[in-house]
T-cell receptor
Framework: SQTIHQWPATLVQPVGSPLSLECTVE??????LYWYRQAAGRGLQLLFY??????ISSEVPQNLSASRPQDRQFILSSKKLLLSDSGFYLC?????????????FGEGSRLTVL | QKEVEQNSGPLSVPEGAIASLNCTYS??????FFWYRQYSGKSPELIMF????GDKEDGRFTAQLNKASQYVSLLIRDSQPSDSATYLC????????????FGSGTRLLVRP
């Protein structure tokens, strides 16, 4: 069976500090990978998606970036965090040939920027 | 601006009742519709999807789609306290294989 792991689960970072969130998927090959962000009381906002190694599409202009160094690894980064970067970050995957809506989410990373 | 609208709630129903959750969407070209359940502090999990007009049943859950009215609903029969969660409606963006628009969710409270 497939599993997805995401870490760290929670982190508190000062404004201007760097960020690295990591996500790995096990039990499948060539997944589509996604990073979403959920602000308090809001819906999910798609940040990045990837259909293959090194292929990243950005949905929202911001100070975040994503990378996919391996087939089942997806990393979200920032060089300098802003207060507005606080939120619940979710990594997700779908089967390559499945509808984008059939998402399987990781446990999430709750980021607080102070 | 493509949108998915949901009443934020909370929707409060007694245990054993039918909970009805509603969602409207703005893009007539959308073809795929999804319901996710999110417990407080947890990540969302897919519970239903529907692609065709009409009803789709899975256990206690029924998804209803009316494309003419751009309306999707989720019915939960015999509601249980464990159904208390936020329910997110998601709709695909036409001509995109990878993108969804999520509503902000409806919070459901099932009273014992």
């Amino acid at each position: 069976s497939q599993t997805i792991h995401q870490w760290p689960a929670t982190l508190v970072q000062p404004v201007g500090s760097p960020l690295s969130l990591e996500c790995t998927v096990e039990g499948t090959s060539n997944p589509n990978l996604y990073w979403y962000r959920q602000a308090a009381g809001r819906g999910l906002q798609l940040l990045f998606y990837s259909v293959g190694i090194g292929q990243i599409s950005s949905e929202v202009p911001q100070n975040l970036s994503a990378s996919r160094p391996q087939d089942r690894q997806f990393i979200l980064s920032s060089k300098k965090l802003l207060l507005s970067d606080s939120g619940f970050y979710l990594c997700a995957w779908t089967f390559r040939r499945r509808d984008a809506g059939e998402l399987f989410f990781g446990e999430g990373s709750r980021l607080t920027v102070l | 601006q493509k949108e998915v609208e949901q009443n934020s709630g909370p929707l409060s129903v007694p245990e054993g009742a039918i909970a009805s959750l509603n969602c409207t969407y703005s893009d007539r070209g959308s073809q795929s519709f999804f319901w996710y359940r999110q417990y407080s502090g947890k990540s969302p999990e897919l519970i239903m999807f529907i692609y065709s007009n009409g009803d789709k049943e899975d256990g206690r859950f029924t998804a209803q789609l009316n494309k003419a009215s751009q309306y999707v609903s989720l019915l939960i029969r015999d509601s249980q306290p464990s159904d208390s969660a936020t329910y997110l409606c998601a709709v695909n963006i036409p001509n995109s294989s990878y993108k969804l628009i999520f509503g902000s969710g409806t919070r459901l409270l099932v009273r014992p």
